[in-house]
């Protein structure tokens, strides 16, 4: 049997302060992940009350097909993961008074899940504001 | 001094960027320096819009399902000759807070606090895959035909009802139950709309008195206190077969508390220090307990059900005997001693030395003998004493020499366990000594010692070569009984070395080898490398014997040797950092691991794995930075499983 896992992370980021009292800051970032067993190979093991791929959906509807050693090779697949993960912000903060100040920040968050497991499809996408008053003293 | 402050500044706006806005650092030498910043967040698309998708991308945030929340934080700052204060906070919701302070009271006192929490949303296992069954055999292989079949447990019924689907009013259940084979796995959510998620808790204190009338005696007290709350999904499975999976939602309330006296005394070249830790780990969590199916009756008569558990009276179930604690921790305790020396031979040497003796104990463990309950009679202790020494040497302006050693040894104490045999046939009379009862030995009984040493020696200006070898060897006292090596020996080799070729360029190298000669396995793993398995041989006449047939087939078949330890192992890593031109700097990174175990039955098991990186920081001009990165990680491994299918 193989396991394998591999990840790739990508960031960015710039900050750019035009004037002493204004700043403006972005950061970004993006992450596939996956994971995967692979070589996983079971016979097919005949006994008496087994039989592969015999569809007796006519007689159980929550149970088509019945039990064979067989299908564990599914592990292969059933066990693969695969996300994307996007993060994005974006803020703009600027100085009021020397002792005040404001600022505005945009999150974005998009979690792609492209094999889901047993917590089943966890994919989200999420987008919220911040805004804030600072006093200096 | 300055371009500490410096440091810590920008760490901390690069850290909170959009906290505040860390425009301007007001650099006046007021006493009382200060800054509140009160916000909110609005939630645009939140998970409320995803139920059942509760995790992904918000495992951290506790705010992701709130329209509204906080985003409020503060800090202050006072300085004066006597005393010194700084706290500063974070308030997003209750289950996002942050706060610490430092105070100093002269240099006589020094206290230092910090607290946190935050919330993990968990994962919720609905179970859809644990759906499984065989065929009652209808006497001819490959006729699945549907033959009048009696609930397999006439004891208990809501056992038959739960087969196969988890709704016995299904309209496919009543026609289905007449085909299903005893062998089955099947599951029961019982709180399948549940969300789980725990808060976690850390609040740390240290505590620091300098006695003004004895320099260099420092008198303390820390504390540690680390919570977790909240609800998580708790598993169970009867025993198989049929293997019927439960999932249960269960309130989490654990807590952690850590006492460390401790006392410190620094002479001209002598320092000591004694330190006492008394850990007190409590579980208030939710009891679970679970009404466990009995074992089915074999599908091939005459194998009978019952051995450990439910118990039964002739034939007749012994009412409440099926019901069983389940996902439990135990209490514990852990008390440590803790004595460290350092002695300054002379400017270029120095002796390092230290002996810890602790004994962790579970306090759950002392009521009436009932293995099933995890009750022994006793507390059960896990002692241990560790002695480590150091001697450093500047042998030369330009090399250095570090010679090290450290024994340890562990002593964890033995459990009998008496097995219930096969109370139905009264086969085995239920007393010590009869055929399944045994003691445990643990693993933890053993001895490691270490020694090594290390070399560093300055080539030239810009250039360190550094090399170090370290020998380890781990000693097991019940080995044949747990079917281990008794002994492993490993032996690391370590080089290096950087080179700073000019003010703008500087490399690191690094090689890491192990060689180890039987390291931990074990013995019984698989079974044999060239494929072949055992087959049931069909029930033993004595319907209480399981051993005659399921024994030899399966455990007994498992001779092979697997470990997921390597015998042997290479590491490389190459780090480097340089500036091409004043606005950019880059810093480059890179590890390749090979390991491999080729001292075990079957295939080799191997591992490779390689994490790597780059990061750039662009500073066209002044006022505006550009970073960039990018990071990689690769691992894969080979390894040989043997698993036992017994009806699937």
């Keep these: ?137 | 001094m300055k371009k500490r402050y410096l440091t810590v500044l920008v760490g901390l706006c690069l850290a909170v960027p959009f906290a505040t806005p860390c425009l301007a650092a007001d650099s006046s030498d007021k006493p009382l320096q200060g800054e509140i910043s009160i916000g909110g967040k609005w939630q645009l698309d939140d998970l409320d819009k995803h139920e059942g998708k509760a995790k992904g991308g918000a495992e951290f945030d506790s705010t992701a399902d709130k329209n509204l929340s906080w985003d409020t934080g503060a800090k202050l700052d006072y300085r004066s000759p006597s005393i010194n204060f700084d706290v500063d906070g974070r308030y997003k919701d209750g289950d996002d807070q942050t706060y610490g302070g430092n105070l100093d009271l002269g240099r006589i006192m020094l206290y230092k606090t910090n607290y946190d929490r935050f919330m993990h949303r968990l994962g919720h296992d609905y179970l859809d895959n644990l759906t499984a069954q065989i065929f009652r055999a209808a006497g001819t292989p490959g006729a699945p035909v549907g033959l009048p079949f009696p609930c397999p447990d006439p004891n208990n019924p809501a056992f038959c009802q739960a087969l196969p689907d988890t709704d016995p009013n299904t309209a496919g259940y009543q026609n289905s139950r007449s085909t299903i084979g005893a062998a089955a796995v099947y599951h029961t959510d019982h709180d399948p709309f549940a969300d789980y998620h725990t808060t976690h808790t850390t609040w740390e204190n240290s505590l620091t008195f300098n006695v003004p009338q004895l320099p260099g005696l420092q008198v303390g007290f820390d504390h540690r206190q680390e919570k977790r709350k909240g609800c998580a999904q708790a598993l169970t499975t009867s025993k198989c077969s049929a293997c019927h999976i439960e999932s249960y939602s269960k309130g989490i309330n654990e807590e952690t508390n850590d006492y460390m006296p401790k006392v410190s005394l620094k002479l001209e070249a002598l320092a000591l220090e004694y330190s006492f830790l008394h850990r007190e780990f409590n579980d208030k969590s939710q009891e679970m307990i679970n009404g466990y199916n009995t074992l089915t009756a074999a599908h091939i008569a005459p194998f009978a059900s019952s051995l450990q558990f439910p118990t039964y009276s002739g034939t007749t179930l012994n009412a409440g005997s099926e019901i069983l604690p389940f996902s439990r921790t135990p209490d514990s305790t852990k008390d440590s001693h803790t004595l460290k020396g350092r002695y300054d031979i002379d400017a270029n040497n120095t002796v390092i030395a230290g002996i810890v003796y602790s004994k962790s104990t579970n306090t759950q463990t002392d009521g009436a003998y009932s293995p099933l309950y995890g009750e022994f009679g006793k507390d059960l202790e896990l002692d241990s004493t560790a002695m480590m020494a150091k001697w450093h040497s500047r042998l030369s302006s330009t090399v250095s020499l570090n010679l090290f050693g450290k024994y340890q040894t562990m002593n964890n104490d033995n459990v009998g366990i008496d097995i219930n045999d096969a109370a139905l046939h009264n086969k085995y009379k239920n007393e010590p000594g009869d055929l399944w009862d045994f003691t445990r030995q643990s693993a933890y009984d053993m001895d490691i010692l270490t020694m090594g040493a290390d070399m560093s020696w300055k080539l030239v200006k810009g250039i360190t070569l550094k090399g170090g070898y370290e020998y380890k060897r781990d000693n097991r006292k019940n080995a044949d009984l747990l079917n281990v090596p008794e002994t492993t020996d490993e032996h690391t080799i370590k080089l290096g070395g950087d080179w700073r070729i000019n003010r703008t360029m500087k490399w690191a190298l690094g090689y890491k080898g192990q060689f180890v000669s039987h390291p931990y396995a074990y013995k019984n793993a698989v079974c044999t490398p060239w494929g072949s398995f055992g087959q049931y041989a069909g029930p033993a006449s004595d319907g209480a014997d399981y051993y005659r047939s399921y024994g030899p087939t399966i455990y007994d078949a498992r001779t092979g040797t697997r470990s997921n330890l390597p015998n042997q192992a290479h590491e490389f890593s190459l780090k480097g950092n340089f500036m091409p031109m004043k606005t950019l700097s880059a810093n480059l990174y890179g590890k390749y691991r090979t390991a491999k175990n080729d001292d075990v039955s079957g295939n080799d098991w191997q591992q490779d794995l390689f994490t790597g990186g780059l990061n750039l920081v662009l500073t066209p001009f002044e006022k505006l930075v550009f970073t960039a990165g990018y990071n990689y990680f690769y691992d894969t491994y080979d390894s040989m499983y043997c698993i036992a299918l017994y009806d699937g």
């Design chain 1, 1 to 137: 049997m193989e396991y394998e896992t591999e990840a790739h992370t990508f960031m960015l980021g710039a900050s750019l302060k035009p004037m002493a009292k204004l700043s403006f800051n972005l950061t970004g970032s993006y992450t596939k992940g996956t994971g995967n067993i692979s070589e996983l190979s079971f016979a097919h093991m005949e006994t008496s009350d087994v039989k592969l791929s015999y569809n007796v959906s006519a007689l159980n509807p929550n149970q088509i097909y019945l039990y064979d050693t067989a299908y564990i090779n599914g592990i292969s697949a059933y066990s693969n993961a695969d996300f994307k993960e996007m993060d994005l912000t974006l803020g703009v903060a600027y100085r009021l008074t020397k002792q005040m100040g404001i600022g505005l920040n945009y999150y974005y968050t998009d979690y792609q899940d492209d094999a889901p497991y047993v917590y089943r499809d966890e994919s989200n996408t999420l987008q919220s504001l911040v805004g804030y008053l600072t006093y200096s003293f």
